[in-house]
């Protein structure tokens, strides 16, 4: 059994800040690509930013340079921190990773998702 447990979302003003996490945990033998996506009430669910194992980074237009995704390998654990947030950016917060398992002698990744984290941004 594996899962990603998120954290750090919350209500906040605009042009405040806030940090997300994402921790997997369970039988992982490496984690691939690890990124985060939102979802606003009645839009489609979007990319926000993702990142290799290797530490490349890409984010959405609409985030870029206003938003910094990290992850650190040792903890099975991604990052968002989020400054200079506005009001479209309330949305709830998905964090994704390609967890890659071991059964027997084989190995096979799994698109796993978190359950979603919500970030309000509001006066």
């Known amino acids: 059994q594996v899962q990603l447990v998120e954290s750090g979302g919350g209500l906040v003003q605009p042009g405040g800040s806030l940090r997300l996490s994402c921790a997997a945990s369970?039988?992982?033998?490496?984690?691939?690509?690890m990124g985060w996506y939102r979802q606003a009430p009645g839009k489609q669910r979007e990319l926000v930013a993702t990142?290799?194992?290797?530490?490349?980074?890409n984010y959405a237009d609409s985030v870029k340079g206003r938003f910094t995704i990290s992850r650190d390998n040792a903890k099975n654990t991604v990052y968002l921190q989020m400054y200079s947030l506005k009001t479209e950016d309330t949305a709830v917060y998905y964090c994704?990773?390609?967890?890659?398992?071991?059964?027997?002698?084989?190995?096979?990744?799994?698109?796993?998702w978190g359950q979603g984290t919500q970030v309000t941004v509001s006066s």
């Open positions: 369970g039988s992982i033998a490496a984690i691939n690509a």
């Open positions: 990142i290799t194992s290797v530490g490349s980074t």
């Open positions: 994704n990773a390609g967890l890659r398992r071991r059964s027997g002698n084989l190995y096979y990744t799994e698109d796993s």
